[in-house]
């Protein structure tokens, strides 16, 4: 992409009717450039809606993300479960791809039997399907696991970088919240140049034009994540976040998923433009 688009996790709140088309057209009346569509509870949108909703992304110049159901664990011990997580993460893609998005993020799942090794070769076996089931329908959307904030959830930064080294088509979703939240880490300016460093020597230079990244304000405890907090409320450094990017010259889509998430996400975006360049 040619520079950072910010958005939304869903739908603003402040959208009169509610609904993905309106929310799209009111992404573009607040000023802001993206939106995730939300389908964390399942996915569920017809093809007619979705026409609708490219349509008015096309129309406004909105660029869509989507965000895969929180039922999923693709190593779970349960064939069905496995299975079924495989196909939420693959309907999303299709909906996605329906509806002209680009990238995609999922919660991968849990440690299978505590056992790292064991659950990061699953969850490679199982990626690499994903991969090649939407490479033969043709589909393009990028396929994002996202960096997970709880201790007992799969997708810590090392897991997901050596996922996307190792997976050709796998890409990070990198949530600033999430790592942050493990153990207090991640919230000055040399850690997040940190992680743009790493991803481009480990995955190239490219991916830092590609960016598919979550940021909110966050409440952690010793297991990690506990809720997600407006920027002002919490700890989070976003303005170095911010200036890293700029200073990276990043470009892709910044999703905010605070409680205020159109207010938070022109936080971010006026924080962005506020730094020359
Ligand atoms: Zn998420």
Known sequence: MERLCFGTAGIPLSTK?????????????????????EFVRGVRMGDALAEKVRMAARKNGVVLTAHGP?????????????????ERILNTARVLKKCGGRSFTFHAGYYYKDDSNKTYDIMKDALEKVVEILA??????????????????????????????????????????????????????????????NMESRLGAVEL????????????GPRGEKRHLELEKSDLNYRDLVKTMKDFDCAGVVICESPSIEDD???????????SD
């Open 265 to 275: 996400a022109l936080l971010l975006q006026n924080e962005y433009m506020s730094l």
């Open 70 to 86: 929180y039922y999923v664990n693709l190593a779970s011990e349960k064939d069905d479960v496995r299975i079924k997580s495989m």
């Open 17 to 37: 009717k509610r609904g993905t088309p309106e929310g799209i057209t009111r992404v573009r009346e607040l000023g802001l450039d993206a939106m995730e569509l």
């Open 136 to 197: 033969a329908e043709n589909n393009d959307v990028r396929v994002c696991p996202e960096v997970m904030g709880k201790t007992k959830s799969f997708g810590k930064l090392p897991e997901i970088l050596r996922l996307c080294e190792e997976v050709e088509g796998i890409h990070p979703c990198i949530d600033f919240a999430h790592l942050h939240a493990l153990d207090g880490a991640y919230n000055t300016y040399k850690e997040f140049a940190n992680v743009f460093e």
């Open 209 to 220: 034009k590609n960016l598919h990244i979550h940021v909110s304000g966050i409440e952690y």
